[in-house]
């Protein structure tokens, strides 16, 4: 049944109302709507720091007192050397603050990024105190008294005088943040972004440079934190310290994680809610306590325990489920994009990969002990043995996830041990994963498009206003072109975790194809495959065989290898038992020892 | 700066330190048992003191109905399991998280014949303690117990909104006037020409005493080895009958306890507010993070260098004390970026 | 064939298991009988691990029941079956690693004494005289043990819960061939105190040495069962190894 709601009325609704509003709502409400925007505008970087890109930070409103200061300072400072005329004034104070903001972040953010997991929000939390203290210490920023008399914003000789004038201001804005990332989400940078959720390994094997990704965002989110500061200095026309304290910035992240971190709208929800509910708090419980204080943030933190522990994606995708997903623009269009330049193949018998005396020693463990083996173009070469003897690590050392401790890889007759996994994809090495690592709530579309990441150029400046619709357009053909090969064309715009295990390996290895590899690094692909599928897999890789690409196979299921690949590799130990002919050995006693036990 | 002023800016950043590191320490427990990032540690430090204080005014503090009330709902939470584990489970439940409260309540009404305010000083710790510790495993139970095997960020979200939520309870039970308790001993000292008072021997004293039990405890006593089991593998510790639960209840007990006793300890020393536990707690952290979370030797040397730190810098720029410290901890996290290796997290 | 009286220690009927939507085990179904040794062999893959797990309560099932001295489960709750005589040796041993093996041994009586047992030290000599090696290294960190004494030590620790049934996932996994047969041969010995043995295995000829049954498990179903002699020298083992089934010459 079609839905009665479709994005687009909805969206157009919501706007009339935005525009009209101020035309029958009081004053009041303008001043909340005005809070919401500006708290919206800092709760959507949250969505694309931590709901896309799985970043947290409890810090934000530190940018946000970066932006209104600046402006503050330089619009009010009375001694400004000269050469800062050019800047008192509130664009100057805009501009001033964005670099300053961009500075601190870009600093904070080569500091605190390469740490994993948990210490970038720690880091969030000290340096959002730090930098609070010190707006309440520096005396020309006011002290804890702060900066008043901050002039009001005039737009081409219009002076923005109150609430109703600014409304405006601040919805635009927030709109075209919320345009701006919603673009960015939908291209080859965004989807470099998004990637981030499924692991550097897999981010960085699709050639995606996953330091610099954080950083973008980490950037970005600053300044649209930066943004709303200098549109609530230029609102207030004043500024003290405490809405720049660490518990605004942990109100930003529940504004974000409430309303959905992981949806752009998320962000207007979460900023509403809580706009809303802290104004009717803020009046209820003094009441009800006979006592006057910030009782709201027990109502919040209990409110945020519940929404984590039962609700843990928000509020928005429960909202989502009345609204229809849009269709991305260029779905319609795949098939008049022009194919994708292809990288010059190998000619057939061509050595594509060598490994000499490759060691890996993990402490006093020998996983690798002086593995040999080579696999040319046109090729399947299968690599099998019991668990643990070192197959996974064999695969880490030749994709660059792990450096050998000694000994030598050759891809393409360069020596690449010692690489990062990004380089050796970029040299056309395509890998799959032995625990499948696909996004799983995007589109199988989407999910093969990132495999594609080294065939676009385009970054996010360009990427944020679309101009880049060319490029992305090819790139999902390819994508789907991949797709349809491997026999996914029904599954296209399906999330690539709602589709059965077996299915998803086949998305790995479309995502793997989609790189244009002449190398194909293949981790169990048949595992959880039913037998037809099997077939059907084996006749895929036949077929990349005839076109000259080499695979590099480890699999478990022995009927599957025997029957397709060109020659056997048995590992042991860390070490290479056998090499030979698929049937040879099968029979070798070496074999049937390492696989069924020592016959005594 | 001479010689004078050198060494009391050290013996206040060796008193200070001294808690910090036992914050520290329970940061670093914690976070090794149950991966939770615990912010609010700091509110048992305040907790602690408040409560103390309260006792001692006269007046019931507000964290014996918090009692009560967590006691409610973990009962409520827990009854069908402990009604189909068997009656004496359910008795179990209901002495500890009903009975109890109501109990201690009756203590601080009076119901011993004195009030606590006449009672002598070590029993009002005392119950200041049976009031303020049982609250740590309470919540554990509400608020992380249902998500333990939830990701570290998921956990850590949750312990920063627990810690509002604890924050605004406690300016809800305390007002926003700050309290300071009499001294442990009057006692003071002339070494060298330098006064060093009784308190600030007892906070130490007390410190080290804790230290060395915790030591023991981890050491030699079975639960202390099943604690440090279950940080070091908890499929191996769960594989021999030491559940999550019983870890992450244990753990916040341990927390709780050393939380609320430091707050004692301090108070006499500094005004205590609602709020002040937070950024008592966050110093310890800065430790924690030291110690990279899972060092206690390191952690503590690194909260007992946070302390110097703190007083030698309020003397050298008292306005940016707080600064100091706390971007103390940007040149902490560079130096553990490049020494650690960087280990992806499965999620 | 004829099926003995006793009442078998673990009956596991039409187990279920489901990661998300691919099952992995299929209706699976096995006894152990007290004092018996029971194997399940099996490609990798094959589910043997997700089997244990799921009867140790460490992964949920979604259909079929455990039961388990009489009593039947279909929710399992792993401190109740480690109170109640089950234990398991995982696949990844498990080893407190910054522990000493005094210490995990002790540990491994973590149940028996919460239930008010004291008997931990006769225990720890009875390990100490299955295991002598344990014994020399007792102070020693565990993760400083090589890969045989870490097998050992993961067994003692078992066993230290004094287990009236004990579960082995795989013990002879990256081991030397010298240390498989010692730990076997611990394997085989163990039949005569008594405690019933449910080993997972994929070097199949040697389990099939020790066990009395044996059921082969491939993609997650049992493809074959019975006494370990006949399996032994049944053909099937070894195509459902490699794979020789599927040849077409």
Known sequence: MRSLLAPGPILGVFLVLLVLGPQFLPEFHITLLNYIGLYALVALGLVLLTGVGGLTSFGQAAFVGLGAYATAWLTTATNLPAWMGLLANPWGGLVAGMVVTALVALLLGLLTLRLSGHYLPLGTIAWGISLYFLFGNLEFLGGHTGISGIPSLSLAGFELRDGRHYYYLIWLVLLMAVWLTRNLLDSRAGRSIRALKGGVVMAEAMGVDTGRAKLVIFVLAALFACLSGWLYAHLQRFVNPTPFGLHIGIEYLFMAVIGGAAHVWGALVGAAVITILKQWLQDLLPQLFGATGNFEVIAFGLLMIVVLHRARDGLWPWLARWVPEQKSALAGRLREAEPLPRRAVPSGGTRLLEVKDAVKQFGGLLANDRMNLAVSAGEILALIGPNGAGKSTLFNLITGVDPPTSGEVHFLGEAVAGLNSRTIARMGMSRTFQHVRLLAGMTVLENVALGAHMRGRHGVPVAMLHLERGEELRLLAEAARQCERVGLGMHLDDAAGSLPLGKQRIVEIARALAADPCLLLLDEPAAGLRFLEKQALAELLKQLRAEGMGVLLVEHDMEFVMDLADRVVVMEFGKKIAEGLPHEVQIDPAVIEAYLGGVE | ?347 | MTEPILVPILDVSDLCVSYGKVEALHHVSLKVQPGQIVTVIGPNGAGKTTLLAAIMGVLPFGSGEVRYQGEVYRHIDIEQMVARGMTLVPEKRELFGEMSVADNLLLGAFMRRRLGFRDEQQTLDKVYSIFPRLKERHQQMAGTLSGGERQMLAVGRALMAQPKILMLDEPSLGLAPLIVREIFRVISDLRALGVAILLVEQNARAALQVSDYGYVLETGEIALAGESDALADDPKVVEAYLGLGGRKD
Do not use: C
């Not at chain 2, 209840?249 to 300890?265: D, E, P, Q, R, Y």
């Open chain 2, 1 to 347: 700066m001479d010689l004078q002023i050198a060494l009391l800016l050290g013996q206040d950043g060796i008193v200070n330190g001294a808690i910090y590191a036992l914050l520290s320490l329970a940061l670093v427990l914690v976070f090794a048992v149950t991966r939770v990032i615990f912010i609010p540690q700091g509110e048992f430090v305040a907790y602690g003191a408040l409560t103390l204080a309260s006792l001692q005014a006269g007046q019931a503090p507000g964290t014996l109905w918090l009692l009560l009330g967590l006691g409610v709902a973990v009962t409520a939470i827990d009854a069908p399991h402990a009604w189909r584990q068997g009656s004496r489970q359910l008795a179990g439940l209901v002495a500890r998280q009903l009975v109890y409260p109501l109990v201690m309540i009756g203590l601080v009404f009076g119901a011993a014949g004195a009030a606590p305010k006449d009672w002598p000083l070590l029993l009002q710790v005392l119950l200041a303690l049976a009031v303020v510790v049982p609250l740590g495993p309470q919540l554990y139970r509400v608020a992380f117990q249902p998500i333990a095997e939830a990701p570290v960020l998921i956990l850590l979200i949750v312990a920063v909104a627990l810690h509002l939520a604890l924050v605004g309870l406690g300016l809800l039970f305390f007002g926003a006037e700050g309290s300071r308790t009499p001294a442990f001993s009057e006692a003071a000292f002339e070494v060298g020409g330098l006064t060093i008072t009784g308190q600030s021997l007892w906070v130490v004293g007390a410190s080290a005493v804790l230290i060395v039990a915790l030591y023991i405890f981890f050491g030699r006593s079975l639960y202390g080895k099943a604690l440090r089991a279950t940080a070091i593998n908890r499929s191996g510790a769960r594989l021999m009958g030491i559940s999550t639960t019983l870890a992450g209840k244990l753990t916040f007990l341990l927390a709780a306890a050393i939380g609320a006793l430091s707050g004692i300890l301090i108070a006499p020393i500094t005004t205590i507010y609602y709020d002040t536990g937070f950024l008592v707690g966050l110093k310890g952290f800065v430790g924690a993070i030291i110690g990279g979370l899972v060092s206690y030797p390191v952690a503590a040397a690194g909260a007992l260098l946070v302390g110097l730190l703190e007083s030698f810098s309020s003397f050298y720029a008292s306005a940016f004390k707080e600064v100091i410290v706390f971007t103390l901890i940007i040149p902490v996290l560079v130096w553990r970026s490049l020494t650690s290796r960087h280990v992806e997290e499965e999620e």
